[in-house]
């Protein structure tokens, strides 16, 4: 599964340690991030994320863009809610997962449960679902 890593700058630390802890799982899949959180959640687990520009210069149409053209399958975006300038991309980023149908988590808790089910292959309905050349 391709996997998007996404948080506000307030939630950077948080989405750093939860990468840490569901290392084992997230190993298994491919990753992409904006630049400082993926460049943050690779330096502490040595996970390999490819890179997008900073959400603030485009690195969150860029994600949005994948997430249309059916690229990604889960997105974890801790978001912020004090953080009102990030809010817009939020919004944008929840608006296309659920027009896409891609499961979408905005914070530790909910992405807790989504990583579960990706271990047990909860998620896997997304590969008959919308079937590509992997």
Not at 28 to 40: A, I, S
Request: proline letters at 4%; glycine letters at 8%; aromatic letters at 6%.
């Amino acid at each position: 599964m391709n996997i998007a890593l996404m948080s506000n700058n307030g939630k950077k630390e948080l989405m750093v340690q939860f990468c840490i802890a569901y290392c084992g799982i997230l190993a298994g899949h491919t990753l992409c991030g904006t630049k400082t959180t993926g460049k943050l959640i690779s330096d502490a687990t040595g996970l390999p994320i490819t890179l997008c520009l900073p959400a603030s210069q485009g690195g969150s149409q860029q994600i949005g863009a994948r997430i249309a053209y059916n690229e990604i399958d889960l997105v974890l975006y801790f978001c912020d809610p004090d953080d009102v300038a990030g809010q817009a991309r939020v919004n944008e980023i929840a608006r296309l997962c659920d027009r896409y149908s891609i499961p979408f988590a905005s914070n530790a808790a909910t992405a807790e449960v989504l990583i579960h089910g990706l271990r047990r292959g909860d998620l896997d309905w997304r590969n008959i679902v919308n079937p590509r050349k992997r």
